[in-house]
Structures are given as C-alpha cells and as structure tokens.
C-alpha cells in the first residue's frame, strides 16, 4: 500500500524554526515527485515546494523562497521541510504528496499521487 505520513509540526514562536519529516512506504520513492503543502482554516489548499525527484528539480511558492528548505533523503524515503524564519501567516495544515508523474511548471506531483493526513505547524507568540 503506497502511503506517505508526515511528522514534525508544532507551535513555534514567530522567528523560529521547524523541520517537518514525511517518509514513504509501499513504492519506489526515488523515481516519485513529492511536495509539500499547506492549508489554513478558510483559505484554499496552496502549493509550498516540491522536488520532482528523478532530474533533480525543485520548485517554491515565492513567500517561501529563502526561508523554506525541500531536501529529500531516497535512502531513508523521507522529504523535510526545514522551515526558518517562520510568521503567524505560516500557520497551516501541512500536507506532504506524491505522484509518479508531476506537473511540469512547478514540480509538483500531479493529480494522480496521494496524500497524508498532515500535520499541524502554528506560528504564535
């Protein structure tokens, strides 16, 4: 059963730091496009970055570029997300994704993958 879980979320003063973890089982991990995403209460679901995988692509929404780090580890079929300089509006559902197949602008894995539960990253004082 193809499967990815993620792990890591928390509260975090605004500043801080956190490095969500989303590890994979039940397929071939390196040859998959993950992502992350991220849903706030009342807003749409949006993209936070994604790694295509087997060319080496990575791709960040633009409030995310030099603060938010994709790093994917195929040995232990897990991708993080180092978040740094976190803000209140940071504060969401964080979602990981993967697809054998992504969408060419942005890496991110198409509507074919499947999804995690998410875990919950809130940024407060």
């Known amino acids: 059963q193809k499967q990815v879980v993620e792990s890591g979320g928390g509260l975090v003063q605004p500043g801080g730091s956190l490095r969500l973890s989303c590890t994979a089982s039940?397929?071939?991990?390196?040859?998959?496009?993950v992502g992350w995403f991220r849903q706030a209460p009342g807003k749409e679901r949006e993209r936070v970055s994604c790694d295509a995988g087997t060319n080496g692509k990575t791709w960040y929404a633009d409030s995310m570029k030099g603060r938010f780090t994709i790093a994917r580890d195929n040995t232990k079929t897990t991708v993080h997300l180092e978040m740094n300089s976190l803000k209140p509006e940071d504060t969401a559902l964080y979602y990981c994704a993967a697809a054998q197949t992504y969408y060419s602008e942005d890496y991110c894995p198409d509507d074919s993958g499947f999804w995690g539960q998410g875990t919950q990253v809130t940024v407060s004082s």
């Open positions: 039940g397929f071939t991990f390196e040859y998959y496009a």
